[in-house]
């Protein structure tokens, strides 16, 4: 340690183990600390760290998310801020944007686009960099969570419409080419609700089965469609048949997605 008692790079990876921090998580934090990359942090293990590194590192342990103490998150190429206002953008979310965008690419002119339930932006702000051309607008019943997405998309310069709303309900008389959503759907008693007490709780579950927002969207999605239009949502990994179900009595072409770990995770239909 130095004079001032900081952990060096070594111990802090050392008690970071100990802790049962994983090893990427503990370098990621440490870089983010320093402010230096990974590999600084293997030529220096012998450098003073601030206070603050150890503390991180026990909040890892205790189960905060490592976005929450670095402030960013990584999606679909995009460096997003998040805070616990928000949902943590997922990699499997990404499977709901390279969908969308396969849509998109079939589509002429300034496809119409709304992402329901936007939280950080993650989805909308993705969207939008692939593919410029669209006309995107997200929509978020929290305002907290639109100021942190309009704070996305200003330090990305990515023009987005940013509306606030309980899903549909700012968008009265308005059509799209395409609805995309990653709306709450993890059931209110699943066990592992309390390892994301860290994130907003009302953007994980709507209690009880978790499909309530689910069958709102469906049945909503039809009256704010164009013709031929597509509607995309992501779901828990058990829930692909019942919202194909749901999109069976009203939409054409239902189909499921999965995710990188090969798990049903988005499931859309066409108008």
Known sequence: MSEAGELSVAQALALARQLGVERGDAQTWLAHVTGQGRAWLITHDDAPL?????????????????????????FHGLDLQVTPDTLIPRPDTETLVDWALELLADLPGQPRVVDLGTGSGAIALAIKAACPRAEVCAVDL??????????????????????????????????????????????????????LRHEPRGALTPEGDGLADLRHLVAQAPSHLAPGGWLLMEHGWDQGQPVRQLLGETYQ?????????????VTGGRR
């Open 50 to 74: 601030p206070a603050r590194a150890a503390q991180g590192l026990q909040r890892l342990a205790a189960g905060e998310p490592l976005a929450h103490l670095t402030g960013w998150q990584s």
């Open 253 to 265: 072409q239902v189909q499921t997605r999965q995710d990188l770990g090969l798990r049903d995770r």
């Open 142 to 195: 929290s305002a907290a969570a639109l100021a942190v997405a309009r704070g996305n998309g200003r330090r990305l310069d990515l023009t987005v419409e940013w509306l606030a709303g309980s899903w549909f309900q700012p968008l009265t008389g308005r059509r799209f080419d395409l609805i995309v959503s990653n709306p709450p759907y993890i059931a209110g008693d699943d066990p592992h609700l309390p390892a």
